[in-house]
């Protein structure tokens, strides 16, 4: 709001100083008009003018090696970016900043001049006015001469970082012009906010699905080749188009959990959504291939936030990226979440959470305040490997898919009383020197734990759930149960000669070879980091447990009808798989169509499947700060 700053009894100026900026997000900055004026000293989640983090590389001046090709530390890779220089480099980087304009002042005299200061939010804020076509920063000696304020200015603004912690910066910047003539001071400010960093969800149509590639490593490598290979068609078969974006440098199979895809827009010149991916790195500093996302991956409109946080809790699996997925749009109980909410898993018998850094940059952004789940009966700790959100043609927008180790314990009881107790548990075919599992039906359903393990599971599931109803509002008509089941986390790494052959890593029984190879590309996914299995070989005394069959509902929704499920390698039973038509019944009912790719050997025999091999990009076009 413009306002005089002339001393008391001075004439009343000619012309105020007034600056403007794009508060109602339609592209354009008013200087006619008043559409632009109101709220323009505040901020909401509806209105106000909003600026890019420029943390993209679109140029791609940012160097990825040092001298004589080393590698860079972690903090200089992630130093370099837009942002990081003071000039606009080309016009793709121009399209990044939020437009600023002060309204054209025809009537003053040669010696006005005017200065521009940013008053809040200094430190992370670059200014640039556009003199001939050339964008020029704003310093402190930086005078607008007359005429330049008589036509009026042109400002890019753009912030130097996301918010990290609302508690030392909220993300605001105020933007303010004086203008002195003939002995007169005037001034007027604009408040800007940095977009939020927000998280994909399930109502936000796939792009682009992303995968580790390994390279050599024998057996293994082959059968991950396959996956990569099965995979790409499958994305194809989907609808979407662009290739998979592989990662191939450090072998690191789980590329969901060292990277979470994220975003940040505001609509740009001309009314066009201006959006940046932001590759969030996980927090795990000693998690290599989150490096990949500097040296690959980021570029134009696309860029990587890591965060510094050493003090790790002692469950390094946490900070998988895996344990975070979002719950799509919603609104309950008087809260609105017009992008979505995340939702994280915590050891709650054990009180470990995640990155206490990383938690607070999410909750810094205002918009997708983190919901957490109790994570403390898996082996693993992810949410993604008992809750996934689907599409759905209902007023709601979306339905809850939930694990559910009942209906897998009533497929085996069936199946038994039908007489098909000696039936094999798994039809997996067994590769050279790694023989297919044995056990059969009766024998899973009589060993030690297994159903035990299943009811708490069962139980620790319905618990979770009943917070996210709460939470959201979902009703039990809006709840997918898919057929799964789970064993012990102790038996699933045990030795053989336990009596029955439910443990998981003797399927590869006699195949050291593969086994080393497993572990080497850090194929059980709490195994993935260094120190990692010590860590959570001191967790608490709590039954933890991992997916006995594949976990049908980890995995990708590729388009809003099509779903992509690890094979279920299920007892086959007249000529069915009985666990692959459950799984197909439940999706078919709520209009999903599902295809299988085997992950057996790659994924499933380390604790994941393939939604935890895989990641997305989605479709970040919409305004985040429309509600449905």
Same mark, same amino acid.
């Given at each position: ?40 000293? $505040? %901020?909401?989640?509806? =209105? ?12 791609? *001046? ?28 080309? *016009? ?9 304009? $002060? ?37 402190? =000696? ?13 400002? #890019? ?11 030392? %910066? ?110 969030? !790195? $996980? ?7 989150? !490096? ?38 919603? +609104? ?8 979505? *909410? ?23 952004? #205002? ?30 927008? %979306? ?12 497929? /085996? =009881? ?7 107790? =000696? ?12 023989? +297919? ?47 799964? /089941?789970?064993?012990?986390? +102790?038996?699933?790494?045990?030795? *053989?000669?336990?009596? &029955?052959? &439910? ?35 001191? +967790? ?15 995995? &990708? ?6 779903? /992509? ?9 007249? #000529? ?9 019944? &439940? ?36 305004? %985040?700060?429309?509600?449905?």
């Amino acid at each position: 709001m413009a306002a005089p700053a002339a001393s008391a009894g001075a004439a009343e100026p000619a012309a105020r100083a007034d600056l403007r900026a794009d508060v109602n997000r339609d592209g354009q900055v008013d200087v006619t008009g008043d559409t632009d004026t109101a709220g323009e000293d $505040s %901020w909401s989640v509806g =209105r106000g003018a909003i600026q890019l983090p420029n943390i993209d590389d679109d140029s791609k *001046r940012c160097p990825t090696t040092g001298q004589g090709g080393r590698p860079l530390p972690d903090a200089k890779l992630a130093a370099c970016n837009d942002a990081s220089d003071t000039k606009v480099d080309g *016009r793709a980087d121009a399209d990044d900043l939020a437009r600023v304009r $002060s309204v054209p002042l025809p009537g003053l005299g040669k010696d006005a001049q005017g200065s521009l200061k940013v008053t809040t939010g200094a430190t992370h804020t670059h200014v640039f006015v556009k003199r001939s076509g050339t964008w020029v920063l704003v310093t402190p =000696r930086t005078r607008l001469t007359a005429a330049e304020l008589r036509s009026g200015v042109e400002l #890019g603004v753009e912030a130097t970082d996301v918010i990290r912690d609302s508690g030392k %910066w909220d993300g605001r910047t105020v933007l303010d012009l004086t203008v002195t003539s003939a002995g007169t001071t005037t001034s007027d400010e604009v408040t800007l906010r940095v977009a939020p960093l927000l998280t994909q969800h399930h109502l936000q149509n796939t792009r682009q699905v992303m995968v580790t590639k390994v390279r050599g490593a024998g057996e293994f490598g082959r059968l991950q080749r396959k996956f990569v290979k099965g995979l790409a068609r499958e994305v194809k078969k989907a609808g979407v188009t662009e290739p998979l974006v592989t990662f191939e440098k450090y072998g690191d199979v789980w590329a969901q959990d060292f990277v979470e895809p994220a975003y940040v827009s505001m609509t740009g010149p001309g009314g066009h959504r201006q959006a940046m991916r932001v590759m969030l !790195r $996980s927090a795990q500093p000693d998690r290599a291939a989150g !490096r990949e996302l500097f040296e690959k991956v980021r570029g134009r409109d696309t860029g990587v936030v890591q965060v510094s946080d050493r003090s790790q809790p002692d469950d390094w699996s946490l900070n998988s990226m895996g344990n975070l997925e979002t719950i799509p749009p919603y +609104a309950h109980n008087g809260r609105s979440f017009p992008a979505g *909410r995340i939702i994280q898993g915590w050891r709650k018998d054990s009180g470990e959470r995640t990155s206490k850094v990383m938690r607070t940059l999410l909750k810094s952004q #205002g918009l997708q305040d983190p919901l957490l789940l109790d994570t403390s009966w898996l082996g693993v700790g992810h949410v993604d490997e008992f809750v996934q959100f689907l599409p759905a043609d209902t007023p709601r927008g %979306w339905r809850i898919g939930i694990a559910d180790p009942e209906a897998g314990l009533r497929l /085996l =009881r069936d199946a038994k009383r039908d007489g098909h107790g =000696r039936t094999r548990m798994f039809s997996v075919p067994g590769l050279p020197g790694a023989p +297919a599992p044995k056990e059969t039906i009766n024998q899973v359903l009589a060993s030690r734990h297994f159903v035990a393990d299943n009811t708490m599971a069962a139980k620790r599931i319905a618990a979770d759930l009943e917070i996210l109803k709460r939470e959201t509002g979902v009703t039990e008509d809006e709840i997918v149960r898919v057929p799964g /089941l789970y064993t012990r986390e +102790a038996e699933a790494s045990s030795a *053989r000669g336990r009596g &029955v052959p &439910v443990p998981r890593l003797t399927r590869i029984g006699g195949t050291p070879g593969l086994l080393d190879s497993l572990r080497e590309h850090g194929q059980q996914r709490w195994l993935a980091g260094p120190g990692a299995a010590g860590s959570r070989a001191a +967790a608490p005394a709590t039954v933890t447990t991992s997916a006995y069959v594949p976990g049908a509902v980890n995995g &990708v929704l590729l388009g809003r009808d099509r779903y /992509l499920a690890p094979r279920q390698w299920g007892p086959v039973i007249g #000529g069915k798989d009985i666990f692959t038509e459950a799984v197909n019944a &439940v999706y078919r009912r709520v209009g999903l169509k599902v295809s299988y790719i085997d992950d057996w050997y790659t994924y499933h025999l380390g604790m994941g499947e393939v939604h935890c091999g895989t990641n997305t990009l989605r479709d970040v076009s919409a305004a %985040w700060w429309q509600t449905r």
